[in-house]
């Protein structure tokens, strides 16, 4: 393939302006919709390229990219149109900007924007076009067309209402608010453990949960360290009612040793009263004990 594509490079290497457009015979198109609970696509094979795919992961909105089976694109920049189609007189085409690209299977990854742009542009009846000018005055164009796109946009957006709120990148780490100055898990709090306890339930392969427990300075060293415990208990709690075994668990609990903010205004100790929660894959024989006592080197890290 990838020789095709050379061999068409030599032949009009002599012109000024060279134009090479990579799409599929209209009769041949088709959409594929693929996805879980973590990831969506909506893909177009082109034909002698490779692919234009939308992806929507857990938690984001869509990024287009492409897939070029051959490296073909070379380095630089490529401008994104949703192009009008050629029964569209009339109407212009639509600029979404660059986008850098570089010589590997996957050139590039649109913006969130651009991507939205796209789609809005399929379903007008526009062609997502990436145009990049390469050597010499050459031009490439890999096009997708937007035949029978309706139905696999319905079929795309009823797999993306099946995604979860957030990805694993979004939930590994958190902090949970004690804006009470008691160890009770509020209504916010509730809501943020029950997004993390969905998707542990979901991904199997996120096996370890460490929580640091924290207070302000509203008391002394003792009643303070024994909060912050209470805090780390309630959310281990939380989890655990979630069906989380807890040998999967570490609890540490620091009293008022690591504030975020200076303990100086009411502000500043509701930030302090919280609770840290880190996710983990770790191997079967490398998990934690449930509690870990304060004062203790791991408690202290």
Known sequence: MRQRYLALL??????????????????SIEWKVEGDKFECRLTQPITDFGAGEFVRRAGEQATFRIKASGGML????????????????GRGDVNLGAV?????????????????GLLAGLMEGRSPVIRHHGQGGSVMEIRLLPVRFAKAFSDYQACT???????YEQVKQAQIGFPGKDADLDAHARAQLQVIADFLKADPTVNHIELDGHSDNSGNR????????RRALAVMDFFTAQGVPEK???????????????????????????????LDRLPPDDKAPSVVAAGSAAATS
């Open 10 to 27: 030599s032949v009009f290497a002599s012109l000024p302006a060279v134009a090479i457009t990579f799409q599929t015979r209209l009769e």
């Open 74 to 89: 070379g380095s630089g920049s490529a401008t994104l149109l949703a192009a009008a189609a050629p029964w569209q007189p």
């Open 100 to 116: 850098r690209v570089n010589n590997s299977t996957i050139p590039f990854n649109s913006s969130q924007g651009q991507a939205g």
């Open 161 to 167: 209402a099946k995604l979860l709120p957030k990805n």
């Open 222 to 229: 003792l009643t303070n360290r024994d909060m912050s415990r």
């Open 248 to 278: 999967q668990i570490t609890m540490r609990f620091h009293g008022e040793r690591y504030p975020l903010a200076p303990n100086t205004n009411a502000a500043n100790r509701s930030r302090n009263r919280r609770v840290t929660v880190q």
